[in-house]
């Protein structure tokens, strides 16, 4: 019997208490805090943004710092509470939760939730990625676009309290698991930039006598996406992509195994490589090799090499759209064929190594996060208590 079986049979064995968030805690909205008011020194400081995109399960640190006669006006968690973001364009990053441990006071923009509560703060935060709690929290998410979620909705929301030293048992565990996901993740970047370093060497133009100097329009035929919508052709089989990531899934497909390069809304990372069957939107295109001295994986190389350059190429807009002309227009230099295979294999070895999910480190990273969270939501899963 483990530890955590044995406190359990020990402090609850008929069943555990569940509470609402807003019987054992209280919400506070932060306030007044701007992106522009963030510094590299100061009071301790989390913008909502940052909550997205930089904090895990909690923290001790801040990522930016304001001035502290700034912060001293606003509300500001203390240590052990809860920094819950309030909007996402995303149901399942609506009230993301980091516990804030840090020492000092740390100021809370607006769009975020101070939860200040008698519970550990761990265990509430990591309740708050559970799935006991995301399929309680889906019913109260309001808005269109952008979508949110009300501190009067998150008092609602029921949470198993077991006692303090199952809760501090559950953390420790759950620690673990997040603490190796850190190193596998670390590992895995390490590898990118190892990546990226070779592409950067491997790729570097040759002005030889052996090499040519072409236009991508001499190279290649661009083919262009179809378009399908979410609401008409949403299914399970193939994932659907334009010019970013994943966007949906759908029951047919139209490419497989291809490089995918932004048309519309572009962003930096304006090329990838897409193993497997998937659906090519028309906001991204493909291409075919049409000149017999080519690799198409070596030319996928070095698009990927030349991301700046590509997205220098976009429309000046808000919404930055690929010049087609002026993207066939840009000149790559060209080893004999049999050395841009040679490169292509050794940088396809790489590109697998770090972004395939059927082997290596990336597919190491997902069986342990699905471990995670099947642990996870099995320890915060408790019989309730009779009245």
Same mark, same amino acid.
């Given at each position: 019997?483990?530890k ?14 569940h ?105 509430v ?5 559970? #799935? ?9 998410? $309001?808005?269109?676009? !952008? /979508? =949110?979620?009300? &501190? ?7 949470i ?28 895995l ?18 002005d ?13 035929k ?17 994932p ?15 490419? #497989? ?9 572009? $962003?930096?990372?304006? !090329? /990838? =490589?897409v193993? &497997?069957?998937?659906w ?42 690929i ?36 082997v ?28």
């Open positions: 019997m483990s955590l079986d044995t406190l359990i049979a020990e402090l609850c064995p008929a069943g555990v208490e509470r609402s968030l807003g019987e054992v805690g209280h919400f506070t909205r932060g306030n007044g805090l701007q992106k522009s008011d963030l510094a590299d020194a100061g009071a301790p400081a989390i913008h909502y943004g940052q909550l997205h995109t930089h904090y895990g399960v909690w923290t001790r640190t801040t990522k930016s710092f304001t001035d502290p006669a700034l912060a001293a006006k606003l509300r500001r968690a203390r240590h052990g509470d809860l920094i819950i973001v309030t909007t996402s364009e995303d149901d399942a990053a609506v009230a993301k939760a980091t516990a804030w441990l840090g020492n000092e006071e740390a100021a809370i923009s607006g769009d975020a939730y101070i939860y200040r509560h008698t519970l550990d703060p761990r265990y935060a990591y309740f708050f990625q559970s #799935r006991p709690f995301q399929d309680q929290k889906v019913r109260f998410i $309001s808005g269109t676009k !952008v /979508r =949110r979620i009300a &501190g009067s909705a998150l008092e609602k929301i029921r198993p309290v077991p006692p303090i030293e199952v809760q501090r048992e559950i953390v420790r565990i759950l620690d673990q698991f997040t603490e190796l996901e850190a190193e596998l993740e670390a590992e970047e390490a590898r990118r930039r190892q990546y990226e370093h070779y592409r950067r060497v491997l790729l570097a133009p040759l030889t006598s052996d090499a040519q100097n072409l236009s991508l329009g001499e190279i290649m661009i083919n262009f996406g179809t378009r399908i919508t979410k609401s008409k052709d949403a299914g399970t089989k193939y659907v992509y334009g010019g970013g990531g994943e966007s949906f899934r759908t029951d047919a497909y139209n490419r #497989r195994d291809e490089w995918v390069i932004s048309r519309f809304a572009m $962003s930096a990372n304006c !090329v /990838r =490589r193993s &497997g069957e998937f090519m939107l028309d906001s991204g295109f493909t291409f075919d090799i049409v000149n017999a001295n080519v690799d198409k994986d070596f030319l996928g190389q070095l698009l990927l090499n030349m991301q700046a350059t590509i997205f220098a190429t976009s429309t000046q807009s808000a919404q930055k759209n010049d087609i002309e002026g993207f066939k227009r840009l000149r790559v230099w060209l080893p004999p064929l049999s050395r841009q295979r040679e490169i292509a294999i050794i940088l396809n070895d790489f590109d697998t190594l770090v972004h395939s999910l059927s290596g480190l990336p597919a190491e990273l997902m069986a342990r996060r699905q471990q995670y969270e099947y642990y996870r939501d099995r320890l915060l899963t408790f019989e309730e208590a009779s009245a």
